[in-house]
């Protein structure tokens, strides 16, 4: 009896272990989904999954992750073995998203698929090369009207100026 009261307590906290993780991971803002490594059919995926992947609750388990995403791009990175991860690819989910994926080895019979929306991430970045470019332009006409001024000054006209018009 003892025996049996020690393993359904070590179920119970494995189950609660469980519990826990699966709490943990759909929680997370990145999508998650646990992909059977043989066949790529989906086992679990949290409920980023169904805004930035557009998957959906229960329909979607089981099924193949390639037969629900069609994206080229995606089933190409898929079926070269998805060692690197992909890079902007257009949300599959809501219209407008930015992801990016990538697929880790999770056990010896799962991966786990994450995909993470960096739609912000882009916008960011495409404002601050606006405004580099923005800048850049803003002080190149000034300086290129300074330099036309310079070019016409001669340091034989005003000797003393030599030395600054030089290093000007």
Known sequence: YERQREARERKRNLLGTLRALRQAAAALPDAVVVLNRKDRRIEWFNEASQRLLGLSYPRDFGNRF????????????????AVEPLLDVPGLGEEGLRLTMRLIDYTPE??????RDVSKLLHLEQVRRDFVANVSHELRTPLTVLHGYLDMLEPEDVPEWAGMLAEM
């Open 66 to 81: 390639g037969n629900l995403v069609r994206t080229p791009r995606v089933t190409a990175w898929l079926d070269a073995g």
């Open 110 to 115: 799962e991966q786990l698929l994450i995909a």
